[in-house]
């Protein structure tokens, strides 16, 4: 009952122990359809069953709207799972002490589990009998159907919740780009990173540490001490807190409950906590080591996937305003700036999945004019799903002008597909060549231009390559081959060879790899070498889900100095014939 996904979905559900209007409709369904004096929408928190939906209760009961545990039914079901069928509650042994009995005049029950789109079981809609009763197979399946309704019900009322959730989190992630990019020194920082966070539902408190050789150090507004930094202002490197965890580790680190805390952290954290009466914790790492971010709740808290992207991002803005803040000698790096802009938005198409990482070259802090790309198509004439435009290309040179022209010939790449009666990749690559033979945009490109057609219970690959590393495409069976056919030409040459469209059939479960050659380009290594591990890792790792065959493709990129960036983009087809 003290799961923390039922708890939150209950939260979200907006229902607690006064009348709802759409419940009460419910309880009066059940009361006359199945001819019972009481029916209720019982909901279960941890210590109490409560009735937003209620027909029939004797009082006190019915003003209060609740009862504890001690005469809830409804417990039973959810612990369960399943619905609870009793002619007569005296006459079985795990009923027969309720309190229910006496108090309630519960008798004859039959109580259907309400459950959210997760299959959590939130409680209970119940049908109450004063007197023994069997329940036929018709009363049973009435109840069973309103049951499914309610329900659905339920559920709508959870997802207008988190698209309202949605929307704040998108509303504060705006407000924080812009608020944070302001902040004046340290201090200020601090207290408008605070101001973000305001409101019943927001962390207890927000906390920012930062880093040096001696620990973490918290950044105090003078103007506002809080409780929490006058207990703990410093933390050793080894302490056994959470955010320190994530300091040493380098990665963000949750702590949903108290029970997690203390199975997790040294007593000190568990008596600190204790003490601020604070039960759920997330330390989130600043960029480079620069510290940690913190946000503290009173109570254990679910971090839902859109929740913890937005604090993800703040972090983010927090970091890049420490480094401006603290004067650093150097300004945010140029190769930071080109991620964030490189990092298109993949969009969301039925039947397939899809992942990209971008990782700037960061030896000397170069940065280079790498770039991939994906947007869908408009439907052609008869079709019933558009297409998919792919692409992964770089731009000769490691310097400010290649990122210009990143931005350029992206950009006319995508209008000559969408313009190109049946968006050939190869018609597409030609229009940027007669372009750049025109703009004096530098010295060439290479690129793998794709579209990706829904061809009945499959998908199409056509393509067209530009003197590029080849696309490495994963069969269904694991076995993994290069699509080398090419034109031995880059983007701006002056050549008049046309450029050619091939096409490769994808069955469920292909995986299709598009890459620059910053992925595959390692001193001293033959290319082909390079391509073939590469080859050999997504063999082996193609059927993990898409973020960790990232992880697993750039394994140690980020280790040591890069010269060259690296774009990636994978596209998994999920649904369709093997």
């Known amino acids: 009952m003290g799961d923390l996904g039922r708890l939150e979905a209950l939260r979200l559900a907006g229902l607690s122990a006064a009348a709802d209007p759409g419940m009460d409709r419910f309880a009066r369904l059940v009361s006359r359809v199945l001819r019972v004096p009481v029916s209720l929408v019982s909901l279960l928190e941890t210590d109490r069953q409560v009735f937003p939906g209620m027909v029939g209760l004797a009082e006190p009961w019915a003003a209060r709207r609740e009862t504890p545990l001690s005469h809830s039914f409804c417990q039973h079901v959810v612990l369960d799972g399943r619905p609870l069928i009793l002619g007569d ?3 079985h042994s795990r009923t027969c002490a309720s309190l229910a009995i006496p108090d309630l005049q519960v008798i004859a029950y039959a109580g259907m589990p309400l459950t959210d789109a997760d299959g959590h079981v939130l409680g209970s809609l119940c049908a109450i009998d004063h007197e023994p009763r ?26 207008t919740e988190l698209l309202r959730k949605d929307r704040d989190h998108a509303g504060l992630l705006l407000r924080a780009s812009v608020e944070l990019a302001h902040a004046r020194d340290l201090t200020d920082l601090t207290r408008r990173l605070r101001s973000l966070f305001r409101g019943p539902a927001e962390p207890s408190f927000v906390g920012l540490l930062l880093a040096d050789r001696q620990g973490l150090w918290r950044v105090i507004d003078p103007d506002d001490v809080r409780s929490v930094e006058a207990e703990v202002d410093h933390l050793d490197p080894d302490a056994g807190y959470p955010s320190a965890q994530a300091m040493r580790e380098s990665r963000t680190v949750f702590v949903p409950d108290h029970d997690a805390l203390v199975a997790g952290y040294s007593p000190e954290a568990v008596a600190g906590y204790d003490s601020l009466g604070l039960r759920s914790v997330l330390c989130v790492p600043l960029l480079n080591g620069r510290g940690v971010l913190t946000w503290c709740w009173s109570r254990p808290h679910v971090l839902a996937l859109t929740e913890e992207a937005v604090l993800t991002a703040v972090a983010g803005y927090v970091s890049q305003a420490v480094k401006r803040t603290r004067f650093v000698a150097n300004r945010l790096s140029t190769a930071e700036q080109l991620q964030a802009s490189m990092l298109t938005d993949l969009p969301a198409v039925p039947g397939l999945d899809m992942a990209a990482l971008y990782l700037p070259a960061t030896d000397q802090d170069m940065v280079g004019g790498d770039w991939y790309d994906a947007y869908r198509l408009p439907p052609l004439p008869g079709a019933t799903q558009p297409a998919l435009m792919l692409s992964v290309g770089d731009i000769i040179g490691h310097d400010i002008q290649a990122a210009a022209v990143m931005g350029q010939v992206r950009s006319m790449l995508r209008q000559a597909s969408l313009q190109h009666p049946t968006h050939s990749p190869a018609a597409a690559l030609d229009a940027v060549d007669r372009a750049l033979d025109v703009l004096p945009l530098g010295p060439g490109a290479t690129a793998v ?15 067209s390559n ?51 050659d910053g992925l595959v380009e390692r001193r001293d290594v033959d290319i082909d070498v390079s391509i073939r591990d590469t080859a050999s890792t997504l063999a082996e790792h193609g059927d993990k889900p898409l973020p960790l065959l990232l992880d697993a493709l750039s394994h140690g990129l980020r280790d040591v100095p890069q010269r060259d960036d690296v774009a990636v983009l994978v596209v998994r087809v999920v649904q369709g014939e093997r």
């Open 89 to 91: 509650t005296r006459a």
């Open 134 to 159: 069997e329940w036929t197979a018709g009363e049973l399946q009435d109840l069973e159907d309103l049951t499914a309704a309610c329900s659905v019900e339920l559920r709508m009322r959870i997802a």
């Open 449 to 463: 231009h794709a579209r990706l057609d829904p061809d009945g219970g499959r998908w199409c690959l056509t393509w």
């Open 466 to 516: 530009a003197g590029h590393p080849p696309p490495l495409l994963r069969k269904p069976d694991g076995r993994v081959s290069a699509l080398g056919e090419h034109d031995l030409m880059l983007l701006g040459a002056s050549n008049d060879a046309a450029r050619h469209d091939h096409t490769h059939d994808l069955p469920r479960d292909s995986v299709l790899l598009l890459y620059t």
